[in-house]
């Protein structure tokens, strides 16, 4: 009987042992950068993406869209970064995109399989504890007003103390 005691308590501790020095959970799911796919209709926008909060030199990806850009989704210990997805295509509105960090559920895998390693130190270390959302964008871009105008769409109304003196002159009176 005694003995029985004994193996169990050598089991109980070696499994709390083991899960105590185990990697983190969310870091062997999903380790590294996250994937975000974007798309525009139409397609072709210019897609850049920035680090929210930071200036032009923040800027990390400019791609054509449709793209995929792979994002880090640590900002700093126990941290996740955002970022700014800005949209821009001649003749249409720019279009700005919050891309947040949100805390992965598998970083909460570490409770069952991680151990403390995993949870204190390995994901938050990594990265690995946050995903990067939306993980998809397909945005429709809005016809701007130099559109309106060109197309013979719409009209837009401007203040007559925001024109230039060369605008002023241009003005024709319609009443």
């Not at 032009?56 to 400019?62: E, G, L, R, S, W």
């Not at 995109?97 to 399989?113: D, E, F, H, Q, R």
């Not at 990067?132 to 203040?159: H, Y």
């Amino acid at each position: 009987m005694s003995q029985n005691k004994w193996v169990r308590g050598a089991l109980a501790f070696g499994m709390v042992g083991a899960s105590l020095f185990a990697g983190g959970c969310a870091s062997i799911v999903h380790g590294g950068n996250r994937e975000i796919s974007i798309a525009t209709q139409p397609p072709g926008a210019t897609a850049s993406v920035r680090r929210t909060g930071g200036d032009i030199t923040d800027i990390v990806a400019v791609e054509k869209t449709p793209c995929t850009v792979s994002l880090d989704p640590k900002k700093g210990y126990f941290s996740g970064q955002s970022y700014t997805l800005r949209l821009e295509m001649p003749g249409y509105k720019v279009a700005e995109v919050a891309l947040t960090p949100k805390m992965s559920g598998w970083y909460w895998g570490n409770l069952l399989i991680g151990g403390l390693i995993g949870m204190l130190a390995v994901d938050p270390a990594t990265g690995a504890m946050w995903n990067i959302s939306p993980e998809k964008i397909d945005r429709t871009l809005a016809s701007g007003q130099a559109a309106l105008i060109k197309n013979k769409t719409g009209f837009v109304v401007v203040l007559e103390s925001e024109l230039t003196p060369a605008e002023r002159l241009a003005m024709v009176r319609v009443n």
